[in-house]
């Protein structure tokens, strides 16, 4: 453990401030005196650190620094005298990271001298990204502000799963992500490898499981091997998910014997509930699932190991002859009864082969093994019944990041609000944390960096950050930060939107559809976007893919206009940019149409685009009302917010985010309207 | 070769109609009635083509197709029935790419059916980049028009030269560079591995020279081998280049005993034309680059080989008593004397290794071998004169892509135009093409994708297409659609100024930035950015550094401009559109100026962001002149003329570029103000 204490106080005014702008916000931050400057003088010592990981981790940590400023340089290391970082770690380090870690660090800026402490290497790796977080551009170059800062997190379980079936995900996807996980401290990478419609590992003991459930598209154990590595130098655990004994269409084509009903299979390329579940009555399917979990044992270090469990459906069990024999003789009454019946046989094996059972809310069945983490898609209330009855938990109901809602959604949801918050000590303590949800159905490769980032953040930040820091508004601010600091890790969230539009707009300049896509919003999965419309070898290159789920122009529209409403006279800046922006929306269509003419892709927008061109002139005429002091026609006014409320209905799967400024300002001159003479 | 004739016509009006949008424009092409779908079901069939790279270029075109259209499942290739591409290839292939390549190619596209026929796997890869090219949204889904296109270079050497050695460029920069190449139909990479700011090519023989004259920064001969099989897969031949006698400071750290002043010598820092180099008066200095020339010459298939020869000073053989002697013994006047009998020696080294020489201008002195090829970086007086003595040449002088001149200017410049226009037949054959040239004194791994492209694909239109394809205009159209497709090849010319912007605005949003970014263009070495002024450890991550050398959005200002100034009265859509930009324009200063504030990288900006904002002020002014017929007083003409005059000279290596649209309507208000009732 680390010598000095961690109170757990948040000095909300500093740690609002507009700088420095940290995403997760820290523990404790004290502002001090001057700045400490970042030159190609800039060193790092690590002589006091013998685990060679934390050489690496400088090497990146130098080489993104690099890339953050753009000054060269740095990237052959440095070492000895001039040093300007200093980095102290306590000796002895565990060979991966584990779920107890003590990822606590202190890190001290001074004008002449950095230190960065810990007492494991998990501190250290925050610490370097709390330190590339803070750097800015200053009156002499790039600096930092002189600060001190002590952190810790909340919680202990901070996840992303990243579904690799229902569209695969190659290595370099995930690498970067896990590049981009360890810039915002999460720590755990759950690895969802089988589902229905693909089987992503590699088995050497059943090899037909790759050969025929993944169209060739699957992780050897080489590269699963090289994943592990790289996530365990950025202090990352990686949780491997096969998940059984439903969603296992893919298991199936290879190996039929193992389904409750008669094969042949075939991959799945529809989405949701299919029927297919292992047979639980063959003594069969347990010696097969012993060997395979035994392989992949070898391959993922953790401890713990996730079975899935969810949505068995029940069909072909109920159908089945054999399986309806067997649940009588063993007195097991329903699905939900055969399903504990399986979990407790899988939990065996597991514990054989040295693993922790973790599984999504339904394995949470009678006489679960006490060691069992539940998985919520549920929400909190599964948590805190499982917590009371002594099992631990993490949340992912309503961190779902493919349902594409605002990052101020998901960063409302506490683990332990809601039904967990009246748990006491002990049992609130059996909530580890929660996990970001990456389902793929809908996303593919190259759309997947931009429906994790920059949201994932907002909930990194929930699960590190001090309960207390709940501030939208502030997150939002630091997440536009964030979210542009992270493209430095290689992830493409924001630099896929542009060669998609151009896609769309073919050998047009697609000037015109930025405008339209900056005013839209994409929807997602059960959120406007149904998945049943779709295959997985549905092509994803609609304007809904390319458009990224929050619009950052929006909120800055929304913004003036909410600064525009509370000040009277309105400020003259806040004027002339939402006149800009109104007037640019006006004049799109014009534009846009001959664009979208004779374009298969683009003719679902044309409503939209008109329906923008009429926010963009019902905004100016507003303004005007709003800046005289006017009040506007009844009529006129009641007409508009019925355009506003129609508009507000989704088209082509996407929002028209632009009504929400409109709709605000709408609103407050109906209200002046009423009251005649009010200026 | 062929079975068809290749007329040598083009059809203009046809080629440069909209659509389809090509570049290099091929030689024919004729559009034909309905059009081919691009679609799932789409297959291509190669059954024909025994060589093996045509089964790799069939899958990477799959794939490049599967990115530009968003359109999954080609990626596993399909074969036999429903076939919609065939390729015909002719039996038999030489194992390199050749300059004596028959590349010519001919597609025919029908509604129901593509057939690509070429005699080499050259003329099948550049087909491919022609389908490629062909490809846009249609009323039903992706499309290409039916067409026939007869197509052959007019040049068989049309190849990109890459300094890696100024600033160190990594394998993955010069492989997206050779995909990008091979998009456009540029068929040799030139290589300049050596200079006297770095040595980049390991040897085994040697091994002191990547030790210490690269920083640790150099390709293995593993690597080497990679590019080398990577840029034969796409047709392109390799030639190194060793720049010797002079460029040759990185030698000399490791060898010193191979200079002809006595060392020690470190790797250079500074740019420009340095006195270090190779002693031609020792016999060890043959003996040296014989082996050495023999290691390198197995690394690099390709005959030709590339000395350098340039900018020899001749300060340390003047200086030196043993290298006057030896000149003097030797009857050797003068340094160019002196320079030829080391090319000669060298030349014999290279005949020996089975290769030929090529060399910068200054290798053309008397008793030049034969079969040596003459680059230019003098003019195409260089190669007219090297053609009548009977050598053959390459130009690049016009095509040095560093000075950031506009690809209207490159595109103007022909290897058989200027002092090369009165060649006689044989004469003018012997000029073989020409190369774009990418020196990296001032460029970076990061930036150079954008100095390269998409000017080089107006270079490499000039060296592909007919003599008679001039029109600048029409190139620029084609030029920005070419931008876009290249993106799917994996250069980043486009994608890096976001992240490049962003890191310059530091917390702020980089909104104001970017306007001003578009406004402006960056200005290159010897054109308004002196190399003096920097060193290899000097950022490369200002303004500068992050803009294009060519402005689209001023480009489209401009169009916009002159369309307003042949009608009368102007298109009401050209006059919203320039209102509208000259409204940002002139409201950008504001919200730049606390963008800027504090920050060092952006200090030197404010004056070019006040002036923008003149630049929209008065722009909108002249617009209201011009739309009501009304002339503008004389004094303020006057004023803003000077005002334009003044803004036209380069601030922080700069060019705002907005002044020309606002200078080109103020210049025709002028003119009509002086006609007074003129309306």
């Known amino acids: 453990m680390l010598r000095f204490l961690l109170p757990l106080t948040l000095l909300a005014g500093l740690a609002r401030a507009a ?22 003088n800039f060193k790092v010592s690590s002589a006091g650190c013998s685990d060679a990981r934390v050489a690496a981790a400088v090497a990146r940590f130098l080489s993104r620094l690099s890339r953050q400023t753009g000054i060269p340089g740095w990237n052959r290391g440095a070492e000895g005298a001039g040093v300007s970082l200093t980095l102290v770690c306590a000796a002895g380090e565990t060979p991966s990271p584990t779920l107890e870690e003590d990822e606590s660090y202190r890190l001290a800026i001074d004008p002449a001298h950095a230190l960065l402490e810990a007492g494991r290497m998990a501190g250290i790796l925050h610490g370097l990204e709390t330190f590339l977080q803070l750097i800015q551009p200053g009156p002499e170059g790039f600096q930092i502000p002189a600060v001190h800062i002590q952190d810790r997190p909340r919680f202990p379980w901070r996840g992303l799963m990243l579904d690799v079936s229902r569209h695969w995900m190659p290595v370099e996807v995930v690498e970067r992500n896990l590049d981009a996980m360890a810039a915002v401290k999460l720590n755990v990478f759950h690895w969802h490898l089988s589902d229905d419609q693909g089987f992503r590992a590699e088995s050497k003991l059943f090899p037909r499981l790759q050969q025929l459930g993944s169209d060739g598209n699957f992780f050897t154990q080489e590269e699963i091997r090289r994943v592990v590595a790289y996530a365990r130098d950025r202090g990352i655990r990686v949780v491997p998910e096969f998940d059984i004994p439903g969603h296992t269409t893919s298991w199936f084509p290879g190996y039929p014997e193992l389904a409750s009903a008669p094969g042949p ?12 579940a292992m047979d639980p009555s063959r003594e069969a399917t347990y010696t097969f699932l012993d060997a395979f979990i035994g392989e992949m044992a070898q391959l993922f270090p953790d401890p713990y190991f996730h079975i899935g469990g969810d949505e068995v459906n029940g069909k072909q069990w109920n159908q089945s002859v054999r399986v309806q024999e067997f649940a009588h003789e063993h007195g097991l009454e329903g699905t939900l009864a055969i399903q504990t019946y399986f979990n407790q046989r899988i939990q065996k094996i597991l514990l054989k082969h040295g693993k922790i059972m973790i599984g999504w809310d339904e394995v949470l069945g009678p006489d679960l093994p006490a060691g069992t983490v539940i998985q919520s898609w549920r929400g909190q209330k599964s948590l805190a019944d499982a917590a009371r009855q002594g099992y631990r938990g993490i949340l992912s109901s309503g961190y779902y990041l493919d349902h594409l809602k605002p990052a101020r959604y998901h960063y409302g949801v506490d683990p332990q609000g809601g039904p967990a918050a009246d748990l006491d000590p002990a049992q609130a303590s059996r909530i580890l944390g929660g996990e970001a949800c990456m389902w ?13 980032w920059p949201r994932a953040a907002a909930i990194a930040e929930r699960l590190w950050s001090p309960r207390e820091v709940t501030d939208a508004e502030d997150m939002y601010a630091r997440l536009e930060v964030a979210s542009r600091l992270l493209e430095w890790t290689g992830v493409e969230h924001r630099a896929v939107h542009g060669p998609m ?3 769309l707009a073919g050998n047009h300049p697609a000037e015109a559809l930025r405008v339209l896509a900056d005013a839209c919003e994409a929807l997602g999965l059960g959120n406007g976007r149904r998945g049943g419309n779709y295959t997985t070898q549905t092509p994803l290159n609609r304007m809904v893919d390319a458009l990224p789920p929050e619009s950052e122009s929006v909120r800055a529209t929304e913004r003036a206009a909410a600064r525009i409403l509370a000040s009277r006279p309105p400020g003259p800046l806040d004027v002339a940019q939402l006149r800009q922006q109104f007037g640019r929306w006006a004049a799109n269509d014009e534009r846009f149409q001959p664009v979208a003419a004779e374009n298969a892709l683009l003719a679902e927008l044309r409503p939209l685009s008109k329906d923008l061109a009429l926010l963009g002139a019902a905004g100016l005429r507003v303004l005007g009302y709003l800046e005289s002091g006017q009040a506007a026609p009844e009529d006129w006014i009641a007409g508009q917010t019925r355009e506003c409320a129609r508009i507000e209905r989704p088209t082509a799967e996407v929002s028209l985010a632009a009504v929400r400024p409109v709709k605000l300002l709408l609103e407050e001159l109906a209200r002046r309207s009423r009251k005649p003479g009010n200026r």
Do not use: N
């Open 440 to 452: 793929s159905e809908l996303i593919d490769a190259e759309t997947v960096d931009s429906r994790i």
């Open 265 to 276: 299979y075939e991959i799945g390329r529809h989405f949701g509930v299919f029927d297919a």
């Open 19 to 40: 700088s420095p702008s940290l995403m997760p916000l820290p523990v404790k931050m004290d502002a001090a005196a001057g700045k400490f400057a970042i030159d190609q």
């Open 501 to 503: 539009l151009d896609r």
